[in-house]
C-alpha cells in the first residue's frame, strides 16, 4: 500500500479517521510506517512499552490479556480497519493486552512522535480521533 494516496484512501475506511479532512490525513498518511506479521506472531506484547497506533490493513489477529492468575483471554478478534494501541499516542503506560496474527497480516504504524508532531501541525485531529476512542470506550462498558 506504501503510496500516500493509497493510504489516505484507506484511513477513509477506519472509523477512527472517518471525521477527518483530506488534507488532515494527507498529514497523517506520510507519518505511517508499514509492517508484515507471520501468523503466530505477536504484534504487540502485554506490559511492554507501546509505540504507537496499529491499524489491520489485512490479515486477523486476537487481542489476548492474561491475567495474574495465569488465566488467558482473548478479549477481541481483529479485522481489516481494526485499530489498537491508539492509547499509546496520548500516554507513555504499558500495552494493556498482547496482540497476534491468527493469520499472516499487514499493518500500517503510526509512532507517537509522529503523531504528536502531526497535532502541532492541526490541532482538530485529536478532537475527531478522541470523539471516536470516547465511542469505542462506552461499547466496551457497556458490555461489561
Known amino acids: 500500500m506504501q503510496d500516500n494516496q493509497n ?3 484507506f484511513l ?12 488532515q490525513l494527507q498529514r497523517l498518511a506520510k507519518r505511517f510506517k508499514e509492517r508484515t506479521y507471520a501468523k503466530g506472531e ?3 506484547n502485554q506490559g511492554t ?3 504507537g497506533l496499529f491499524i489491520l490493513e489485512s490479515g486477523r ?3 489476548i490479556y492474561d491475567a495474574a492468575d495465569g488465566d488467558r483471554t482473548v478479549v477481541n478478534q481483529l479485522g481489516s480497519t481494526d485499530f489498537f ?3 499509546s499516542l ?8 498482547s496482540v497476534v496474527a491468527t493469520e499472516d497480516a499487514k ?8 503523531f504528536m508532531d502531526a497535532l502541532r501541525e492541526d490541532a482538530d485531529i485529536p478532537i475527531v480521533m478522541l470523539r471516536e476512542m470516547a465511542r469505542r470506550l462506552r461499547r466496551i462498558m457497556q458490555t461489561l
Open 7 to 9: 493510504i489516505i484512501r
Open 12 to 23: 477513509h475506511t477506519v472509523p477512527l479517521f472517518q471525521g477527518l479532512g483530506e488534507r
Open 42 to 44: 505477536a504484534i504487540v
Open 49 to 51: 512499552m507501546g509505540i
Open 61 to 63: 489477529a486476537d487481542v
Open 85 to 87: 494501541g491508539e492509547l
Open 90 to 97: 496520548l500516554d507513555d503506560a504499558p500495552r494493556t493486552a
Open 107 to 114: 499493518c500500517l504504524v503510526l509512532a507517537q512522535l509522529d
